[in-house]
């Protein structure tokens, strides 16, 4: 695919759907990621999950 090591992506709406999946496909490809969404729930969710299965890095 491509290479987002060292990049930051801001993704919206990531409590669900289409924001939620690209969420996931940023962060297998190592991008630092900013999760934004209307309900804080679902995000923290989401962020427990990718540190889970050890795709997004500690900073």
């Known amino acids: 695919m491509f290479?987002?090591?060292?990049?930051?992506?801001?993704?919206?709406?990531?409590?669900?759907?289409?924001?939620?999946?690209?969420?996931?496909?940023?962060?297998?490809?190592?991008?630092?990621?900013?999760i934004l969404a209307r309900r804080v729930e679902l995000p923290e969710e989401l962020k427990k999950e990718l540190e889970s299965d050890g795709v997004r890095r500690k900073l």
């Open 3 to 34: 290479n987002l090591k060292n990049q930051v992506a801001v993704i919206t709406g990531a409590s669900s759907g289409l924001g939620m999946q690209m969420a996931r496909c940023f962060a297998k490809q190592r991008a630092d990621l900013v």
